[in-house]
């Protein structure tokens, strides 16, 4: 399954945040863990926001890999289709 993931991060934790994810090297940065494969990451730097799709069918182990961050952001996480598995439902949907 895939996962949208949204962050902002907290006021407080800014600078934290910037120098910890600054000071990692781009094969750290890609590593979501055993089990979670990263689809990609967007960034909106002057909000100190961002989105993630995120997949694994190992709910425990996003879960593990979220943890290492949610002290620093709040983040929502929900369930997302991409164009293909969105229009086999639709169509299912539509009895067709």
Known sequence: MKFMVTWNIHPDKRREV??????????QRADAGPGVKLIGR???EAEFTGVGILETEDCAALSAYLMQWNHMMDMDIAPVLDDEESAAVGKQALGL
């Open 42 to 44: 967007w960034h909106n």
């Open 18 to 27: 910037m120098e910890f994810w600054c000071s990692l090297s781009p094969e």
